[in-house]
């Protein structure tokens, strides 16, 4: 014999909870008598002008303060050289400076050796280098040929 059979054997099919006669019908009305009333909804006032306006008013204020920053820290760098009035025309000016221009005109894709290679053939004396580049070799580089 099974265990389920057993245990049905010994005691039975009928369960030992009941529910009283009745229950389920006055139940429900016993819970609604012992609940509070149920308020009524809130009434929604209006909102005032300054309610309304405050998130444009922040809003503004968040970018003038960014403005302001950014005001500070360009005076601050000391950077004056492209105007922002006429941001093309400054633009076009550094362009027409024949040391800018060719330094921007480099493929993108030539290779270090290649653009050392281009340099030093550009070049015929230590001199010239240090003159366009603004550097100076120390001392005892000063003999290299090129």
């Given at each position: 014999m099974k265990e389920?059979?057993?245990l049905i054997a010994t005691f039975g099919r009928k369960t030992p909870f009941t529910v009283p006669d009745g229950y389920f019908?006055?139940?429900?009305?016993?819970?609604?008598?012992?609940l509070p009333a149920y308020p009524d909804k809130p009434k929604r006032e209006d909102m005032t002008t300054w309610q309304k306006l405050k998130p444009y008013v922040y809003l503004a204020a968040m970018?003038?303060?960014?403005?302001?920053?950014?005001?500070?820290?360009?005076?601050?760098?000391?950077?004056?050289?492209i105007n922002l009035d006429n941001p093309p025309?400054?633009?076009?000016?550094?362009?027409?400076?024949?040391?800018?221009?060719?330094?921007?005109?480099?493929p993108a894709d030539m290779s270090d050796l290649e653009l050392m290679?281009?340099?030093?053939?550009?070049?015929?004396?230590?001199e010239e280098f240090?003159?366009?580049f603004g550097y100076e070799l120390e001392?005892?580089?000063?003999?290299?040929?090129l």
């Amino acid at each position: 014999m099974k265990e389920e059979e057993k245990l049905i054997a010994t005691f039975g099919r009928k369960t030992p909870f009941t529910v009283p006669d009745g229950y389920f019908e006055s139940v429900r009305n016993e819970i609604e008598a012992s609940l509070p009333a149920y308020p009524d909804k809130p009434k929604r006032e209006d909102m005032t002008t300054w309610q309304k306006l405050k998130p444009y008013v922040y809003l503004a204020a968040m970018f003038a303060g960014i403005w302001c920053m950014m005001k500070v820290f360009h005076h601050a760098s000391g950077i004056d050289r492209i105007n922002l009035d006429n941001p093309p025309a400054q633009i076009a000016a550094y362009m027409g400076d024949p040391g800018l221009t060719d330094m921007m005109m480099l493929p993108a894709d030539m290779s270090d050796l290649e653009l050392m290679n281009e340099v030093s053939e550009s070049y015929d004396s230590m001199e010239e280098f240090e003159k366009d580049f603004g550097y100076e070799l120390e001392p005892e580089y000063d003999n290299i040929d090129l």
